[in-house]
């Protein structure tokens, strides 16, 4: 059974750092992509991040220059590390894992319907 357990987050000050993690449990492939969406309330989930087997990453505009995505493969976590926040990235922050390898080169990957598993959700709130 695959399973995505989600910690980090919590409260900080705009300017300061964060740093999410996403353990993968139960999923051996190589074969995969796994992203970072955030969603506030009453809009549909954001893709932030996304990371293929490859190591390949792709931001969205918003976070580009100031979050790093990152998987450590001896663990099988998936990390988040945002940098110069501001209080518009105050979200719920959610892992997605995809059994594939999704392009990207367009926007697929920033559709929540592209992923079959999920972490539970952690808060991020940044004060101004």
């Known amino acids: 059974q695959v399973r995505l357990v989600q910690s980090g987050g919590g409260s900080v000050q705009s300017g300061g750092s964060l740093r999410l993690s996403c353990a993968v449990s139960?999923?051996?492939?190589?074969?995969?992509?796994m992203a970072w969406f955030r969603q506030v309330p009453e809009k549909e989930r954001e893709g932030v991040a996304v990371?293929?087997?490859?190591?390949?990453?792709v931001y969205a505009d918003s976070v580009k220059g100031r979050f790093i995505a990152s998987h450590d493969k001896a663990d099988s976590t998936l990390y988040l590390q945002m940098n110069s926040l501001k209080p518009e990235d105050t979200a719920m922050y959610y892992c997605?894992?995809?059994?594939?390898?999704?392009?990207?080169?367009?926007?697929?990957?920033?559709?929540?319907?592209?992923?079959?598993?999920w972490g539970q959700g952690t808060q991020v709130t940044v004060s101004s």
């Open positions: 997605a894992l995809n059994w594939g390898a999704l392009p990207l080169d367009d926007d697929v990957w920033r559709s929540e319907h592209e992923y079959n598993y």
């Open positions: 139960g999923y051996r492939s190589s074969y995969y992509s």
């Open positions: 990371i293929d087997g490859d190591g390949t990453t």
